[in-house]
């Protein structure tokens, strides 16, 4: 198989795409979570940032992949069995067999380096004011831009599929990033972090 086919299956697998808005969107508030507790906090330090987050990514795409290919393993081939038993065949070492290692895999990645691959975008700020390229205020304030631009993206292609106003799921998505904001500040004053 080439990497064409391989992309193809991911664009045809309905539950690819769900793992790939959930757990961008659980990458995304996760992220946005560490960095607002450690700017209330007061200990803005790239470093920290930098590392808590990347613990937090590095976990959820672990747990992702794993999580994802397990389960989506057994229930592809609970399915696969089903259908030998009505098709009264063996479908090992088949195309079908095939197609189904393949696609597990395939939807196990998205699973794990979809909310990876949102933190790094949302860090990157950070990684710039590590290296002393931009203050750690600015760092702040655009991986917030970031969070915000994700949040709303992935909104609209909720909207998208859905075939609803796009518009208005971005703004809802959006509401689940300022719930988070609002949380870990009443948290802060409370001095519960």
Same mark, same amino acid.
């Given at each position: 198989?080439?990497?064409?086919?391989?992309?193809?299956?991911?664009?045809?697998?309905?539950?690819?795409?769900?793992?790939?808005? /959930?757990?961008?969107?659980?990458?995304?508030?996760?992220?946005?979570?560490?960095?607002?507790?450690?700017?209330?906090?007061?200990?803005?330090?790239?470093?920290?940032?930098?590392?808590?987050?990347?613990?937090?990514?590095?976990? /959820?795409?672990?747990?992702?992949?794993? +999580?994802?290919?397990?389960?989506? !393993?057994?229930?592809?081939?609970?399915?696969? !069995?089903?259908?030998?038993? %009505?098709?009264?065949?063996?479908?090992?070492?088949?195309?079908?067999? !095939?197609?189904?290692?393949?696609?597990?895999?395939? #939807?196990? $990645?998205?699973?794990?380096?979809?909310?990876? $691959?949102?933190?790094?975008?949302?860090?990157?700020?950070?990684?710039?004011?590590?290296? =002393?390229?931009?203050?750690?205020?600015?760092?702040?304030?655009?991986?917030?831009?970031?969070?915000?631009?994700?949040? *709303?993206?992935?909104?609209? *292609?909720?909207? %998208? @599929?859905?075939?609803?106003?796009? @518009?208005?799921?971005?703004? =809802?998505?959006?509401?689940? +990033?300022?719930?988070?904001?609002?949380? #870990?500040?009443?948290?802060?004053?409370? !001095?519960?972090?």
């Amino acid at each position: 198989m080439d990497i064409i086919r391989y992309l193809k299956i991911v664009r045809d697998e309905e539950i690819a795409r769900r793992y790939f808005v /959930m757990n961008s969107f659980d990458g995304a508030l996760t992220i946005l979570g560490i960095i607002i507790a450690v700017y209330i906090a007061g200990e803005q330090k790239a470093s920290l940032i930098i590392i808590s987050s990347l613990g937090a990514a590095v976990a /959820m795409a672990i747990s992702g992949i794993w +999580g994802a290919y397990a389960i989506e !393993r057994a229930e592809r081939k609970k399915s696969m !069995r089903e259908l030998e038993m %009505h098709l009264l065949t063996d479908l090992d070492e088949t195309e079908i067999e !095939r197609k189904l290692n393949v696609t597990t895999i395939l #939807v196990a $990645l998205v699973d794990g380096l979809s909310p990876l $691959l949102v933190s790094l975008i949302i860090l990157s700020p950070y990684f710039f004011a590590q290296a =002393n390229l931009m203050p750690i205020e600015d760092a702040f304030y655009l991986s917030l831009a970031l969070i915000t631009l994700i949040l *709303f993206a992935l909104g609209m *292609f909720v909207g %998208h @599929v859905a075939k609803e106003d796009w @518009v208005r799921s971005g703004i =809802n998505m959006l509401l689940a +990033g300022c719930t988070v904001g609002a949380i #870990v500040y009443v948290l802060e004053l409370l !001095r519960l972090l």
